[in-house]
Structures are given as C-alpha cells and as structure tokens.
Nanobody
Framework: QVQLVESGGGLVQPGGSLRLSCSAS????????TGWFRQSAGKEREFVAA????????RYADSVKGRFTISRDNAKNTVYLSMNNLKPEDTAVYYC???????????????????WGQGTQVTVSS
C-alpha cells in the first residue's frame, strides 16, 4: 500500500508560478514512476507530467512543455511539479499518482498508475 499527499496548490495570477509537492509513504520502490494528472470541471482527467524514480526519465504533455518541470527527491520520497507562466486553462485539480513497472510508452496513461492522492486545486485567474 502506498499513500500520497499533494500540497502546494492555490490561487495565482496568469503568468505566475506554483510548485506542487507529492510525498509518498508506504511500499514505494526504485522501479516506481510518479505521474501528475489534472482534471477540470466537465473534462476528463488528463496527463500532465511523469518521472521515473530510477534514471529520472520524464514525460510531459505538449500543453505544458517548456513551462512545467517535474523533479524528484528520492531521499525524501517526494516528487515536485514546478509550474511557470501559468495560464487560465491550467486551472484544475491536480492529482499525484504512482505505479511500479510502468513501461516508457505507458507513462502518460492514468490506467498505468496504481495509487492516487486526494488532489490539490490550482486556480489561475486575475
């Protein structure tokens, strides 16, 4: 069993920045992959970014490339999502997820992940 806790959401103006954190506890492993997904009102959950704990391979959605950066601190079992130049369309509930043994081509699929956090709200508005 793995528990995930997200933090760092909030209200920010367009063009601003936020950093989300995802802290994992329980049965994590070096073969884990952590993904960030988001869901806005009336829309399906969509992939944002993911990182492999071993080796650090990352994946990003096209909509966030160049603006968001995912990173990890293995010693703290924590993954971060640094979000810059935020836009109103980035407004959503952001969810952290984790899974083991996820192949590279499956890192962007929500169904690949086994455990989910409770989500943190990000609102981009003036």
């Amino acid at each position: 069993q793995v528990q995930l806790v997200e933090s760092g959401g909030g209200l920010v103006q367009p063009g601003g920045s936020l950093r989300l954190s995802c802290s994992a506890s329980g049965r994590t492993s070096s073969s884990s992959t952590t993904g960030w997904f988001r869901q806005s009102a009336g829309k399906e959950r969509e992939f944002v970014a993911a990182v492999r704990w071993s080796g650090g391979t990352t994946r990003y959605a096209d909509s966030v490339k160049g603006r968001f950066t995912i990173s990890r601190d293995n010693a703290k079992n924590t993954v971060y999502l640094s979000m810059n130049n935020l836009k109103p369309e980035d407004t959503a509930v952001y969810y952290c997820s984790i899974g083991s043994g996820i192949i590279l081509s499956s890192m962007t699929f929500a169904s690949s992940y086994h455990y989910w956090g409770q989500g943190t709200q990000v609102t981009v508005s003036s």
